[in-house]
């Protein structure tokens, strides 16, 4: 299954509970009909992850997660030799490898003996696949998400790119291995650190800010239907005005949907100050904010 136009990836990601922008639908269209990755950047918790979530469930596809952080290599995101098993079926072949070698002359003739039989201990069946791997060996079309990839080094971004470009790797001892089916791929960045050129050139580019007022209501009310819709109007319109003073860590849509949850836990009826400051350790992270909230109380619950 495919997307046949932005209006049908709307339809599609509502359905799996993902609200978006017609700019966020016109990127996804376009990344599935041009085969392209999406390198979606944006602040915090606005639901990039949650949109290649949502992709891989309205797409019916396997979603396949790669974790970026610093100091990832190419072992820990494409395979790995499983050296232990490799010993294990040696030391179960040991009488066949001495019946191989027991009529040779000279220990290279043994060598070259051993070296003909390679494959045996170098093939698939002692490969660890890892995210990329698995994405590009799957039999089915799957959504291939690479998380926070601002937070990995400089060398694998440029690795990573390569994989991105042909969509196939060389495994030294068995051969390359070409993608099967070419995967849905979703980059995300909090802006951790700027991308290369390069990467951003082979990506379409999408930028996911705070949803406007309208849209965050329909989210609060998809995600937590059981609100009452003025508590959820004021609620929204708060976070607003929250989000308008100079705090050091702006509340995002993820912790909106927390602070409505709480507030339903409560079964708070209505958004007063003191409600506010109660639960404010369920939106803000650091005290300087929550202390600034407080000050400016009158603008949070005015809406």
């Known amino acids: 299954m495919l997307y046949n136009n932005p209006s049908h990836v709307k339809a599609s990601l509502e359905k799996a509970t993902y609200i978006c922008s017609d700019e966020i639908a016109t990127v996804v269209y376009l990344a599935s009909a041009t085969a392209k990755p999406i390198l979606v950047e944006g602040p915090a918790g606005v639901g990039k992850t949650e949109l290649a979530k949502?992709?891989?469930?309205?797409?019916?596809?396997?979603?396949?997660?790669?974790?970026?952080y610093e100091g990832l290599d190419?072992?820990?995101a494409l395979y790995e030799w499983e050296y232990a098993k490799q010993l294990l079926y040696t030391q179960i072949m040991k009488e066949k490898i001495h019946a191989l070698?027991?009529?040779?002359?000279?220990?290279?003739?043994?060598?070259?003996?051993?070296?003909?039989?390679?494959?045996?201990?170098?093939?698939?069946?002692f490969i660890q696949p890892r995210p990329l791997l698995k994405a590009i060996s799957s039999e089915e079309p799957v959504v291939?998400?690479?998380?926070?990839?601002?937070?990995?080094?400089?060398e694998f971004e440029a690795f990573l790119l390569e994989i991105l470009s042909d969509f196939q790797i060389s495994i030294p001892e068995?051969?390359?291995r070409k993608a099967r089916n070419i995967p849905f791929v979703v980059l995300t960045s909090n802006n951790y650190r700027d991308m290369s050129d390069a990467l951003k050139r082979r990506c379409l580019h999408l930028y996911i800010d705070y949803?406007?007022?309208?849209?965050?209501?329909?989210?609060?009310?998809?995600?937590?239907?059981s609100i009452p819709q003025e508590l959820s109007d004021r609620l929204v319109a708060s976070i607003h005005a929250i989000r308008d003073l100079d705090l050091k860590k702006k509340p995002s849509i993820s912790e909106t949907l927390d602070?409505?949850?709480?507030?339903?836990?409560?079964?708070?009826?209505?958004?007063?100050?003191?409600?506010?400051?109660?639960?404010l350790s369920a939106i803000l992270k650091y005290r300087i904010d929550a202390d600034l909230v407080k000050?400016?109380?009158d603008k949070v619950v005015a809406h």
């Open 211 to 225: 949803p406007d007022i309208d849209l965050e209501r329909e989210i609060v009310r998809m995600k937590i239907p």
């Open 74 to 76: 190419e072992a820990k």
């Open 144 to 154: 291939l998400l690479v998380d926070e990839v601002d937070k990995s080094d400089p």
């Open 259 to 279: 602070w409505a949850a709480a507030l339903m836990a409560l079964q708070v009826e209505t958004l007063s100050a003191g409600v506010v400051s109660d639960t």
């Open 295 to 297: 000050k400016n109380m």
């Open 174 to 176: 068995i051969g390359t």
């Open 101 to 125: 070698i027991e009529d040779t002359a000279t220990l290279t003739e043994a060598a070259d003996r051993i070296a003909a039989q390679e494959d045996a201990f170098f093939s698939e069946r």
């Open 54 to 68: 949502a992709v891989a469930k309205s797409l019916q596809r396997e979603l396949i997660r790669l974790q970026c």
